[in-house]
T-cell receptor, first 113, second 114 residues
Framework: SQKIEQNSEALNIQEGKTATLTCNYT??????LQWYRQDPGRGPVFLLL?????KEKRKERLKVTFDTTLKQSLFHITASQPADSATYLC????????????FGSGTQLTVLP | EAQVTQNPRYLITVTGKKLTVTCSQN?????MSWYRQDPGLGLRQIYY???????DKGDVPEGYKVSRKEKRNFPLILESPSPNQTSLYFC?????????????FGPGTRLLVL
């Protein structure tokens, strides 16, 4: 069955450092992979999408990589700030008729001042 | 402003009393879906719809119904709610196509079934 794993439920880092979050998937051949941010009690907010033919995508302090051989995506936040503290979700999306979007359980990031 | 709205935002009900949570989007999106989120279990898809009159089960459809009579609306119906349906519910929508994969979520509906 399809499975999405995100590294450790919680990740604490010091302000100014780079946070690296991992998303591994099995029994998937996603055409895209998305990353979302979720704050407590609120709906997830889209951050970045990376396609299977893209190795890396950047947006301001965010960087996403996508390795279809390793079946892994890495999500980096550089120069992290306390305001970056949230839960981050990855969601591989397979092309095809169903086009369901399934989410990983998320990594809770806390940036310490 | 592009948005997905849900109502009500908070709901307390009793076992067996039918309820409907409404969802509406203003982006002319074809695809809409419902998720529930529970501690330790993450977001799980209940139902989704590819377009008007086209709906399909997600991962946890038992105890829920949906309808898609209009493109903008996708209500979630609990015919006979039970305590195990106490959860945080999110509606979401997105376009279909290579450049429209961003999914927009509503603000959530927190449901307590006594």
């Amino acid at each position: 069955s399809q499975k999405i794993e995100q590294n450790s439920e919680a990740l604490n880092i010091q302000e100014g450092k780079t946070a690296t979050l991992t998303c591994n998937y099995t029994n998937y051949s996603p055409a895209y992979l998305q990353w979302y941010r979720q704050d407590p009690g609120r709906g997830p907010v889209f951050l970045l999408l990376i396609r299977e033919n893209e190795k890396e995508k950047r947006k301001e302090r965010l960087k996403v990589t996508f390795d279809t051989t390793l079946k892994q995506s890495l999500f980096h936040i550089t120069a992290s700030q306390p305001a970056d503290s949230a839960t981050y979700l990855c969601a591989p999306l397979s092309s095809g008729s169903a086009r369901q979007l399934t989410f990983g359980s998320g990594t809770q990031l806390t940036v310490l001042p | 402003e592009a948005q997905v709205t849900q109502n009500p935002r908070y709901l307390i009900t009793v076992t067996g009393k039918k309820l409907t949570v409404t969802c509406s989007q203003n982006m002319n999106h074809e695809y809409m879906s419902w998720y529930r989120q529970d501690p330790g279990l993450g977001l799980r898809q209940i139902y989704y719809s590819m377009n008007v009159e086209v709906t399909d089960k997600g991962d946890v459809p038992e105890g829920y119904k949906v309808s898609r009579k209009e493109k903008r609306n996708f209500p979630l119906i609990l015919e006979s709610p039970s305590p195990n349906q106490t959860s945080l519910y999110f509606c979401a929508s997105r376009g279909l196509g290579a450049s429209q994969e961003t999914q927009y979520f509503g603000p959530g509906t927190r449901l307590l079934v006594l």
